[in-house]
């Protein structure tokens, strides 16, 4: 019996579905992340590059978008087990150009760009309530990385009872295998799996495509 049986047999799998009110959530497409020598490699780049179709459709069909990026304090008083985990982390301060948003997704005006220092965008971000006041009920999640602030931001959402989509082509890892590890973990527990094709197909209402 291969894996996908397995799960199946338990129950595993099954679609949560598209809402009527979706944002797209773009996790950590700083500069640090686009950078082989930094924290990037793997597809991360490509995903970038996805992502800017994915975000200008977002745009045209006046979806709401948020971005986050990693920022510790400049004195690093709010470094916390993570950094013990990754140092190098720490270096993601307010001004480093490490932090900043990539040029091929630079946020507009209205657009909400939130700081974080946990992998998900939902930790004491104020995530949830902009979500429920704006009335969404699906998170779309583009971003990096797929095994880490992606896969914490979708446990989040679906824990706080968002439908939860992760947009396979424009979400990146550092390294393939737990990129298409956590995607198949995802889809069997929290999330729904699109392409940018898919889901930009749901953002115009053309539900047919899913």
């Keep these: 019996m ?8 338990q129950g ?3 679609s949560s579905g598209f809402g009527q009110h979706p944002a797209l ?4 497409f700083v500069n640090g992340f686009d950078d082989p020598d930094m924290f990037g490699g793997g597809n991360i780049h490509s ?3 996805h992502t800017r179709t994915l975000l200008a459709a977002a745009r045209r069909h006046h979806i709401a978008i948020c971005f986050t ?13 993570f950094c013990l985990k990754a140092p190098s982390l720490r ?12 040029s091929e997704l630079e946020p507009r005006e209205g657009e909400l760009v939130l700081r974080k220092t946990q992998p998900s965008a939902f930790h004491e971000t104020g995530l949830t309530s ?9 998170v779309v999640i583009a971003g990096c990385t797929t095994s880490g602030c992606v896969r914490a931001t979708a446990i ?3 824990s706080r009872n968002f439908l939860t989509v992760v947009v396979t082509d424009c979400v990146g890892d550092r390294a393939l295998a737990p990129h298409e590890a956590n995607l198949f973990d995802i889809q069997q527990k929290y999330a729904d799996l699109l392409d940018s094709e898919k889901t930009i197909a749901h953002f115009s209402g053309k539900r047919d495509h899913a």
């Design 156 to 158: 989040d959402s679906m």
């Design 47 to 49: 995903a970038i590059l």
């Design 2 to 9: 291969g894996d996908n049986d397995i799960y199946a047999k």
């Design 91 to 102: 270096t993601l301060t307010e001004s480093a150009r490490a932090s900043q948003i990539v």
């Design 25 to 28: 959530i773009i996790v950590d």
């Design 130 to 138: 902009w979500l429920t006041h704006k009335g969404i009920d699906t």
């Design 12 to 14: 595993f799998g099954n």
């Design 69 to 81: 990026r990693v920022v510790y304090a400049d004195d690093q008083s709010d470094a916390g087990v």
